[in-house]
């Protein structure tokens, strides 16, 4: 019971960390869809285990190693993951909503 607690927990955090990221990008940047394309390069980042700079140094272990630490995810980190992108794609039509409503800083 205190795993399944957790899990809601994360993803309601996930959603809310995320959303408030895109956000105020978006706003900043006077875009709508930017977090939409960087948010799955941000997981592979955190999810392959190895450097950034390894990407340059030694690309085919590195896109190994990033489709490997993607594949092993299981359902509760699918699931986080997931709430997190779905903050994000909820952001953009936030932002496009805000600004078809006339607000002028967004």
């Known amino acids: ?7 809601v927990i994360s993803m ?3 959603f809310v960390l995320f959303y408030g990221i895109s956000f ?3 706003m900043i940047l006077k875009t709508t869809w930017l977090m939409v394309v960087v948010y799955p390069f ?4 955190m999810m392959d285990g190895i450097s950034t700079f390894s990407y340059l140094t030694n690309p085919a272990q590195s896109f190994q190693a990033a489709y490997e630490g993607i ?3 299981d359902l509760p980190n699918i699931l986080m993951l997931g709430s997190g992108f779905i ?3 909820l952001a953009g039509f936030t932002i ?3 600004r078809n409503a006339g607000y002028k800083m967004f």
Do not use: K, P
């Open 1 to 7: 019971m205190a795993i399944i607690i957790q899990l």
């Open 12 to 14: 309601v955090l996930f």
């Open 24 to 26: 105020i990008l978006n």
């Open 42 to 45: 941000i997981i592979i980042l």
């Open 71 to 73: 594949a092993a995810l």
């Open 87 to 89: 903050g994000v794609i």
């Open 96 to 98: 496009r909503y805000l």
